[in-house]
């Protein structure tokens, strides 16, 4: 009897309950969960400033908001996107499932992952306070060219240290993904054994330790020249700020592979899922992976073509451009012959699965439009580049933010998730995502430049069909929330292959998993 006693007080001694719990978390799982609600909040404040700016462009002529604030808008909707929603959205997954798929107790470096997580908050806090100082949020664009950004008022310090803090966050987190992948790995689980989201992961953190410092010297050469007198991007000092597009860009390419990779990761555990197949072409996918990530490190300068380089430089950058259309087209055939004679069936996730293919591939596909560098020089800046990489945001990384949630919500509650609603989820999120980005593409051709607080009467039908649409998709999410609440509050009990999928590596733990991560370890053939 008093064994028992013992064991349960050093029970309680080793799980701290409460909001000690969450603030003490060493648990991949506890961390895992903070990191998803983490971007959900964020998605929730990037989501606010796209309809504040979208109301704004409602119709031509009105004056909601002030141009100045219209421009902090778009600059903290792509910031508060990129790093605080999609990033810790993606580490999230990492966290929840790497040490699940490849057999591990924990991540590697359990207290440095609690450090990672919890410099987030105080991160995103300083992003939001920066609205409240003198002179306003950060207003150069998510990019923050200098020379704007090395004029504008406190606001860009603020940022430009929430920056500093969220990359050191991203580094270490990538530290500990590559560790736990390379070292604590089951027995037998071979590097081309791993499941292929762990592939990506394992390639998206090596992207990241190699380019966010490069992003934090840009921010922190911005920092001196706007205290410290340095004139690095200051013309009339001797500098250049074109030179400020060449550093942020090497990290800018880059990052948005990393804002992807992880997603191709998710869709490629998906797809054989609810085809009842094997992944087609595993290793090839690997390859591909592998080669999207170093191409992405010589393209940069595809962002730069109306800086006015070398016409050698554009020939350069464009064709080392179209070649990403060679490995991202192998990934996609692989997806469609996973499918091929598979017996498939559309569960929420094989939904948005399938749907990331079609509308992600279309934004692959302007990219490579994007790339030639005549055609550049007429779209640069203008919103045929918005529709872009919202097709590759959105319905890329969302997309596949969303089927990793209800692939895996079984297995993370213990309960299945309403299907019925998550089908509604999707098919609003589909129908409001089209309405709202690809009348943008007819915009952008016509002519009409993005950051701008206005525009004239021949705009003025599709940015109505965006507008009432963006707030069709901002309230569609309302949905996500609801069948998410719903699940972690019960439902039916989730199996322990709830998909009876061909390969259930993810699900060789019972389900709900017990609270202290790893069980027994996944037999690898
Ligand atoms: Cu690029």
Same mark, same amino acid.
């Not at 998605?43 to 002030?66: D, H, I, S, Y």
């Not at 001196?224 to 013309?235: K, S």
């Not at 055939?333 to 559309?346: K, Q, S, V």
């Not at 709202?436 to 206005?454: S, V």
């Given at each position: 009897?008093?064994?028992?006693?013992?064991?349960?007080?050093?029970?309680?001694?080793?799980?701290?309950?409460?909001?000690?719990?969450?603030?003490?978390?060493?648990?991949?799982?506890?961390?895992?969960?903070?990191?998803?609600?983490?971007?959900?909040? $964020?998605?929730? &404040?990037?989501?606010?400033?796209?309809?504040?700016?979208?109301?704004?462009?409602?119709?031509?002529?009105?004056?909601?908001?002030?141009?100045?604030?219209?421009?902090?808008?778009?600059?903290?909707?792509?910031?508060?996107?990129?790093?605080?929603?999609?990033?810790?959205?993606?580490?999230?997954?990492?966290?929840? #499932?790497?040490?699940?798929?490849?057999?591990?107790?924990?991540?590697?470096?359990?207290?440095?992952?609690?450090?990672?997580?919890?410099?987030?908050?105080?991160?995103?806090?300083?992003?939001?306070?920066?609205?409240?100082?003198?002179?306003?949020? @950060?207003?150069?664009?998510?990019? &923050?060219?200098?020379?704007?950004?090395? #004029?504008?008022?406190?606001?860009?310090?603020?940022?430009?240290?929430?920056?500093? =803090?969220?990359?050191?966050?991203?580094?270490?987190?990538?530290?500990?993904?590559?560790?736990?992948?390379?070292?604590?790995?089951?027995? %037998? $689980?071979?590097?081309?054994? +791993? !499941?292929?989201?762990?592939?990506?992961?394992?390639?998206?953190?090596?992207?990241?330790?190699?380019?966010?410092? &490069?992003?934090? %010297?840009?921010?922190?050469?911005?920092?001196?020249?706007?205290?410290?007198?340095?004139?690095?991007?200051?013309?009339?000092?001797?500098?250049?700020?074109?030179?400020?597009?060449?550093?942020?860009?090497?990290?800018?390419?880059?990052?948005?592979?990393?804002?992807?990779?992880?997603?191709?990761?998710?869709?490629?555990?998906?797809?054989?899922?609810?085809?009842?197949?094997?992944?087609?072409?595993?290793?090839?996918?690997?390859?591909?992976?592998?080669?999207?990530?170093?191409?992405?490190?010589?393209?940069?300068?595809?962002?730069?073509?109306?800086?006015?380089?070398?016409?050698?430089?554009?020939?350069?950058?464009?064709?080392?451009?179209?070649?990403?259309?060679? @490995?991202?087209?192998?990934?996609?055939?692989?997806?469609?012959?996973?499918?091929?004679?598979?017996? +498939?069936?559309?569960?929420?996730?094989?939904?948005?699965?399938?749907?990331?293919?079609?509308?992600?591939?279309?934004?692959?596909?302007?990219? =490579?439009?994007?790339?030639?560098?005549?055609?550049?020089?007429?779209?640069?800046?203008?919103?045929?580049?918005?529709?872009?990489?919202?097709?590759?945001?959105?319905?890329?990384?969302?997309?596949?933010?969303?089927?990793?949630?209800?692939?895996?919500?079984?297995?993370?509650?213990?309960?299945?998730?309403?299907?019925?609603?998550?089908?509604?989820?999707?098919?609003?999120?589909?129908?409001?995502?089209?309405?709202?980005?690809? @009348?943008?593409?007819?915009?952008?051709?016509?002519?009409?430049?993005?950051?701008?607080?206005?525009?004239?009467? #021949?705009?003025?039908?599709?940015?109505?069909?965006?507008?009432?649409?963006?707030?069709?998709?901002?309230?569609?999410?309302?949905?996500?929330?609801?069948?998410?609440?719903?699940?972690?509050?019960?439902?039916?009990?989730?199996?322990?292959?709830?998909?009876?999928?061909?390969?259930?590596?993810?699900?060789?733990?019972?389900?709900?998993?017990?609270?202290?991560?790893?069980?027994? !370890?996944?037999?690898?053939?």
């Amino acid at each position: 009897m008093s064994a028992v006693l013992d064991h349960h007080d050093d029970h309680a001694h080793d799980h701290p309950h409460g909001w000690r719990r969450w603030l003490y978390a060493t648990n991949h799982k506890d961390i895992g969960t903070m990191y998803l609600w983490f971007s959900f909040a $964020m998605f929730l &404040v990037g989501g606010c400033n796209a309809l504040l700016l979208r109301a704004e462009l409602f119709q031509p002529g009105l004056q909601l908001v002030n141009p100045e604030f219209f421009n902090s808008l778009t600059t903290m909707h792509g910031l508060v996107m990129v790093f605080g929603a999609i990033m810790p959205a993606f580490v999230g997954f990492a966290n929840w #499932q790497i040490p699940l798929m490849i057999g591990a107790s924990d991540m590697a470096f359990a207290r440095m992952n609690n450090f990672s997580f919890w410099l987030l908050p105080p991160a995103a806090s300083l992003l939001v306070l920066s609205y409240f100082v003198p002179g306003g949020a @950060p207003a150069a664009g998510w990019t &923050v060219y200098a020379p704007l950004s090395v #004029q504008m008022g406190p606001g860009m310090d603020l940022g430009i240290f929430a920056l500093h =803090i969220m990359g050191a966050s991203s580094i270490m987190g990538s530290i500990n993904i590559v560790t736990t992948i390379l070292n604590m790995r089951a027995p %037998g $689980m071979t590097l081309m054994k +791993m !499941p292929l989201f762990i592939w990506t992961w394992l390639i998206t953190a090596y992207l990241l330790i190699a380019v966010m410092p &490069v992003l934090a %010297g840009a921010i922190t050469m911005l920092l001196t020249d706007r205290h410290f007198g340095t004139n690095f991007f200051n013309a009339a000092g001797g500098g250049d700020p074109v030179m400020y597009q060449h550093i942020f860009w090497f990290f800018g390419h880059p990052e948005v592979y990393i804002l992807i990779l992880p997603a191709f990761g998710i869709v490629s555990e998906i797809i054989p899922t609810f085809s009842r197949k094997r992944l087609f072409g595993y290793s090839s996918m690997v390859y591909a992976t592998a080669s999207i990530a170093i191409l992405s490190f010589v393209v940069w300068a595809h962002h730069m073509y109306t800086t006015g380089m070398p016409v050698t430089g554009q020939l350069f950058f464009m064709y080392a451009t179209m070649l990403i259309a060679v @490995p991202t087209g192998v990934k996609v055939f692989n997806w469609l012959a996973t499918m091929w004679r598979g017996a +498939m069936t559309f569960e929420t996730p094989m939904l948005f699965a399938v749907g990331f293919i079609f509308v992600f591939t279309m934004g692959g596909l302007t990219g =490579i439009v994007l790339s030639m560098a005549p055609l550049d020089i007429q779209l640069h800046d203008t919103y045929y580049v918005v529709a872009h990489f919202h097709y590759t945001m959105v319905a890329g990384s969302l997309f596949a933010i969303f089927a990793g949630t209800y692939y895996w919500l079984p297995k993370w509650t213990g309960h299945m998730y309403d299907e019925g609603m998550g089908k509604l989820h999707f098919w609003l999120t589909l129908i409001f995502f089209n309405l709202t980005f690809f @009348p943008m593409h007819f915009l952008g051709l016509a002519g009409m430049p993005r950051r701008y607080a206005d525009y004239p009467m #021949q705009f003025a039908d599709f940015n109505m069909v965006a507008t009432v649409s963006a707030f069709g998709f901002g309230l569609s999410q309302l949905v996500f929330l609801a069948v998410i609440i719903k699940c972690i509050k019960g439902g039916a009990k989730a199996a322990d292959k709830p998909w009876e999928g061909a390969h259930g590596l993810e699900w060789t733990l019972p389900s709900p998993a017990p609270y202290h991560t790893f069980e027994t !370890p996944p037999i690898v053939k």
